[in-house]
């Protein structure tokens, strides 16, 4: 999907109606795919016998997922892929409070693989980011996170040093027709791309999204990026976010593209040397 994606936007060119659509129906194309996956999983796990799920979950559910341990599962398999590609990678400092008891470990119940894939995917782009940022420096800078747990609310907080963005492309950070790495060659004899199709950040915020949670970036442009994954700490708000399918979602596809109500910048900044030498 992903590669086709890619093949479309150089075939044909992108805007804005036909991008908007497309992220439009994607998002919800892959978040029936997260809950039908998730379902078949559950099933299998439960009832087929010759599965060998954890003793302590619930098919692939854990009532008491310790975070900081999948969090540490994700930082190590990146950290290997990152050190196939760059020969190095950033060490981490991972700190965890617990309002409701400081004393203990945080944990939540909460589908451990989803964790793992989300944290996973923004460990690579943390780690790309302050490689490339820091080629000229002797050492790299870590990667923080935060874990903290409240009455409401789990949330990590990933911190990093690799350079952030502009405050505009956040959006399109999200978008699966924009990557900020070289587009990725598929062959058979090649090991799997780091980074470069595009789709890690939008279906990492999908699986956030699934039972309620969100994703967020804050990037401080020239220092890094602080990512913010916020999750519900109570299983009983923790509710399936799934599409619905009826005449406004049709209706998606047939409205047309309105003149926006607020004056609107131009989408790059200006270059004065260029628009000089034009006029």
């Known amino acids: 999907m992903a590669q086709g994606v890619i093949e479309y936007k150089e075939m044909f060119g992108q805007d804005p109606v036909t991008s908007q659509n497309i992220q439009y129906f994607l998002d919800r194309f892959y978040m029936s795919r997260i809950s039908i996956r998730m379902l078949i999983n559950q099933h299998t796990l439960i009832f087929d016998p010759t599965s060998q799920p954890a003793p302590s979950t619930i098919g692939c559910i ?31 400092e991972l700190k965890e409070l617990n309002v409701n008891a400081e004393s203990e470990p945080i944990h939540i119940s909460y589908v451990p693989s989803h964790l793992y894939h989300v944290l996973f995917e923004l460990f690579k782009n943390a780690m790309r980011a302050t490689i490339e940022n820091h080629e000229s420096s002797s050492t790299l800078p870590p990667i923080a996170v935060m874990v903290a747990l409240g009455g409401e609310d789990l949330s990590i907080k990933m911190s990093d040093r690799g350079g952030g963005v502009p405050a505009r492309k956040i959006e399109q950070l999200f978008s ?12 058979t004899h090649r090991r799997t791309p780091l980074a470069g199709f595009g789709y890690g950040l939008p279906l990492s915020r999908l699986y956030v999204r699934y039972f309620q949670g969100d994703l967020q970036l804050y990037p401080l442009e020239g220092f890094g990026t602080d990512t913010v994954i916020h999750l519900k700490a109570l299983s009983t708000d923790s509710v399936e976010k799934l599409p619905v399918f009826n005449q406004t979602a049709l209706r998606h596809y047939t409205s047309s593209h309105e003149a926006d109500d607020w004056s609107v910048p131009r989408k790059e900044p200006l270059d004065l040397a260029r628009d000089r030498v034009a006029k």
Request: include cysteine; charged fraction near 25%.
């Open 62 to 92: 854990d009532p008491n997922c310790r975070v900081t341990e999948v969090i540490q599962d994700a930082y190590e398999c990146a950290r290997m892929l990152c050190e196939q590609y760059y020969l190095c990678s950033p060490e981490l």
């Open 176 to 187: 699966y027709m924009y990557s900020t790495a070289p587009r990725p060659e598929i062959t």
